[in-house]
């Protein structure tokens, strides 16, 4: 995987973790997705929200290492 210089791998793969965290608990919240185990109510929808935008959020602070 090629880096453009914003995201390191793992910055890829935790940006990517954040999104379906935010997606899943937005479908839970506004009703695509009905009840499942993995996110039983809309508390916890909300929850998944509030985390999934503090892992997208955070995953732009990790860069790629530079070498000189």
């Not at 090629?2 to 899943?24: A, N, R």
């Amino acid at each position: 995987m090629k880096t453009d210089g914003t995201h390191s791998k793992i910055g890829y793969i935790i940006f990517i973790l954040g999104i379906f965290l935010l997606v899943s608990g937005t479908g839970r919240l506004s009703g695509p997705l009905e009840y499942n185990s993995f996110i039983p109510n809309k508390s916890i929808a909300i929850i998944f929200i509030f985390i999934g935008l503090s892992v997208v959020f955070s995953s732009f602070f990790i860069k790629p290492r530079k070498d000189l």
